[in-house]
């Protein structure tokens, strides 16, 4: 089994494409000590989205990489690898970020993600916020909820680090599936870092093994 090896208190960079309320929950946690990590970066694919005011308000350095700038995915992701190293981090967090990063061989398995839906389910190109939650109200699902997983260079196929289900209730928009679904990442993100900065977890053929303590 190949370990997962992240610092007991990683540096986190994080990734995003628009308002930053993953972003807010980390930087919440951390402030109120509740966070087994630090974050240390942001970095967005847009201009002018509030995930960078919110790192702005919190004195985090913040960058712009823009997909179109760039002659090819592996060059885009390039660029953001080295900013995340440019400030130490150790862990990548992908939160709303709508690009696929190709991952590079020096950050495998230090990359995650959080999708929300319970995968392999409602996941893959073009499922991100409201598509998914409507996806899963026209299938007539019962359960939704969303996963933490080791991001590789597939959209939402990496080994499934953290997942926690929520009620599809009779009367659920997509926006009130939305919020309920919200309320578990907030709990399912940190929890990921936290078992990664544990040491316990291995990657065997696409499955993370979750040692015990």
């Given at each position: 089994m190949a370990k997962v090896v992240v610092p007991?208190?990683?540096?986190?960079?994080?990734?995003l494409s628009g308002g930053g309320t993953t972003l807010q929950n980390l930087l919440d946690r951390q402030a109120a000590g509740a966070?087994?990590?630090v974050v240390a970066c942001v970095a967005s694919d847009r201009d002018g989205v509030a995930g960078l005011d919110r790192a702005a308000k919190a004195g985090v350095?913040?960058?712009?990489?823009?997909?179109?700038?760039h002659p090819g995915r592996e060059s885009f992701s390039a660029a953001l690898a080295g900013f995340a190293e440019s400030h130490g981090a150790d862990l990548i967090c992908l939160a709303g970020f709508l690009q696929l990063l190709a991952v590079p061989p020096r950050w495998e398995n230090r990359v995650i993600n959080i999708h929300p839906s319970l995968l392999p389910s409602f996941g893959g190109k073009g499922c991100h916020g409201a598509h998914v939650h409507q996806a899963v109200l026209d299938a007539g699902c019962k359960v939704s909820g969303c996963t933490v997983h080791l991001a590789t260079n597939e959209y939402d196929r990496g080994p499934i680090l953290v997942q926690k289900a929520v009620p599809v209730h009779p009367d659920?928009?997509?926006s009130t599936l939305a919020a309920r679904v919200f309320s578990a990442e907030c709990e399912a993100y940190p929890e990921a870092i936290?078992?990664?900065a544990s040491g316990r977890v291995s990657v065997e053929a696409n499955r993370a093994i979750i040692n015990p303590k």
């Open positions: 007991p208190v990683p540096r986190l960079a994080v990734f966070l087994a990590g350095p913040a960058t712009v990489a823009r997909r179109k700038d659920d928009t997509a936290a078992l990664l």
